[in-house]
């Protein structure tokens, strides 16, 4: 969980660059951004010297355009479960090292690693713990096994999701020009607003029995990822949460078309996994 919180920590801790060559959809400005008002600012501070920097003050809002900037990355984490669109903008457009290339920058290639990691975890831990009294087979396997087939699901529902959302988004912007699309870009906005998951393992420190509390994580993670791309996008909740519920939607069915054609007891495992777990995942 440190680890995971060491990789957000370096994505916050780099100080913001201008923005170039950036082509979107809706493109955003060729340099940082205020956060406030979204305005673009020619640079987000001033360094005079080795830890004394002024911070820009935005022309358009008179706010300082990016206050993140001195804020300790506490504070940061706590904005992002507040779902504050400018601690969004803080990291979306002035952080994020944005190129041509259709690539995802490093340290948040290792957040999507991780955070899939721990999603294997966490339904690992709910089988062992409320799945063996309904049927047995599955946790009869070997543990290799075992976590190689919770692996696979996990990184389809992580494909599904995205790949949803990147159809939706094409849907969405189908009368402007393809190539201005940067999907990777989307990408990286939703792996970043899905940093609530790594919240789950308050439910094994503290032993919960009930698994509403991951139903709360779900949500804190939906919304967040619905005010991501309602910042990234430049759209509002309406589409958003309209482009989030199609990738949920693809989730379920790629979860379905798994579960269907790998696991030998189908019914039994779908009933637990839709009526008895409220969802192993969402």
Excluded at 120 to 135: A, Q
Excluded at 205 to 233: G, P, R
Excluded at 244 to 253: T, Y
Aim: proline content about 3%; charged content about 15%.
């Amino acid at each position: 969980m440190f680890y995971i919180f060491g990789c957000l920590d370096s994505l916050a801790g780099k100080i913001g660059h201008p923005i170039s060559h950036l082509q979107y959809t809706i493109p955003p400005p060729l340099m940082p951004i205020c956060v406030e008002c979204d305005a673009p600012v020619a640079t987000l501070y001033t360094e005079y010297s080795k830890e004394n920097i002024r911070l820009t003050s935005c022309e358009k809002c008179n706010h300082f355009a990016d206050k993140y900037i001195e804020f300790d990355f506490v504070i940061i984490f706590i904005d992002m479960l507040l779902h504050k669109p400018q601690v969004y903008r803080h990291l979306l457009f002035n952080r994020i090292t944005y190129t041509d290339e259709k690539s995802i920058e490093p340290n948040i290639m290792k957040l999507a690693v991780l955070l899939i990691l721990f999603e294997v975890y966490i339904k690992w831990f709910r089988l062992e713990k409320y799945y063996t009294g309904s049927d047995s087979t599955f946790m009869e396997q070997p543990l290799f096994y075992q976590y190689l087939y919770i692996l696979l699901l996990c990184i389809i529902e992580f494909v599904a999701v995205h790949l949803g959302v990147h159809i939706a988004v094409r849907w969405l912007f189908r009368g402007q020009k393809s190539q201005s699309i940067r999907h990777n870009y989307i990408t990286m906005a939703l792996i970043v607003s899905s940093f609530g998951k790594m919240l789950l393992i308050l439910m094994v420190i503290w032993d919960y029995k009930q698994l509403e509390y991951s139903w709360l994580v779900s949500i804190i993670v939906l919304t967040s990822n619905i005010e991501a791309l309602s910042v990234f996008l430049h759209i509002g909740y309406l589409k958003a949460c309209s482009i989030i519920g199609f990738g949920i939607a693809l989730k379920l069915l790629a979860q379905l078309l798994f579960l269907g054609t790998t696991y030998k007891g189908t019914d039994s495992l779908l009933s637990f996994t839709y009526t008895g777990s409220k969802l192993l995942s969402i």
